[in-house]
């Protein structure tokens, strides 16, 4: 199982980025995807798509965050709408067969968003 992340960048305040998560050697939607930050060594989820279809966004992020999967390709999105400072900081995805947490089995290098203030 291997993860890459892509799509990181610099934007100003109410902008947007897509970020990338292109699966090897398993199948979104067979596992979970999901899209985590790390702060303060502390792992917080974004937004995940747990198997079944289960959709779950932090409150800081509904209404400008949406998660998606291409299954003819394997790779998970992150539209990022509307970015504030405070999304600064790098976003890793991650996948489980099970279900997504900050415990995921496997975890990609991380891309890095970043939104001066």
């Known amino acids: 199982v291997e993860l890459m992340e892509s799509g990181g960048g610099s934007v100003e305040a109410g902008g947007s980025l897509t970020l990338s998560c292109q699966g090897t050697g398993f199948m979104f939607g067979t596992y979970c995807g999901g899209w985590f930050r790390r702060r303060r060594e502390k792992v917080a989820v974004i937004a995940k798509d747990?198997?079944?279809?289960?959709?779950t966004y932090a409150n800081s992020v509904k209404g400008r965050f949406t998660i998606s999967i291409d299954r003819t390709k394997n790779i998970l999105y992150l539209q990022m709408n509307d970015l504030k400072p405070e999304d600064t900081d790098i976003y890793y995805c991650a996948t489980d067969a099970w279900y997504c947490s900050s415990a995921a089995d496997h975890w990609g290098q991380g891309t890095w968003v970043s939104v001066p203030s």
């Open positions: 747990d198997r079944g279809g289960e959709i």
